[in-house]
């Protein structure tokens, strides 16, 4: 299935009001875990202008690069370590303003400014990995992504 996303809007909140749907179309269409983060990472990169977007799943104690669109990543995080993995430890979801001013900051990029990053749960409530998304800019994320991201990650269960 090969698809361009269509986003006319031009707020936070309507870029994702057009964008569920189209991504829900994706994911509803594929059973595989790996193809709909892929295809969510894309559809969030491009439909949002996000700097970097990318699953991390945890594997053990670490969590493990998973499917990801922008530039090369880290590729293990501990847990509790940098956003990710306390996000992950914690199970709940971290906005960072700015990356530099969040203790133990991972800096897989230079550019990125601020983040963040979605505990992916399983059907028992498991954490099973997470949404990271990083912005070149400082101050990016607020409620209204961590409200469409959240809804966002519970189509992979």
């Known amino acids: 299935m090969s698809e361009e996303l269509n986003i006319t809007a031009t707020t936070k909140e309507g870029k994702y009001k057009e964008l569920l749907p189209q991504i829900k179309a994706l994911v509803e269409a594929e059973n ?6 892929a295809n969510i990472c894309a559809a969030l990169k491009y439909g949002m202008g996000f700097f970097w977007v990318g699953f991390y799943l945890a594997k053990e104690d670490q969590l493990v690069l998973g499917p990801f669109q922008g530039p ?23 906005i960072v303003e700015d990356v530099e001013q969040f203790p133990g900051h991972i800096a897989c990029s230079a550019l990125s400014k601020s983040e963040i990053v979605i505990p992916v749960f ?8 997470v949404l990271d998304v990083d912005s070149d800019v400082l101050n990016s994320f607020d409620k209204t992504d961590e409200l ?8 992979l269960v």
């Open 122 to 129: 399983d059907a028992q409530k498991n954490v099973i990995g």
């Open 72 to 94: 090369v990543a880290c590729t293990r995080i501990n847990k509790g370590k940098g956003v990710c993995g306390a996000a992950w430890q914690n199970a709940q979801t971290i």
């Open 148 to 155: 469409y991201l959240s809804e966002i990650v519970k189509w």
């Open 32 to 37: 595989d875990a790996i193809a709909n983060m």
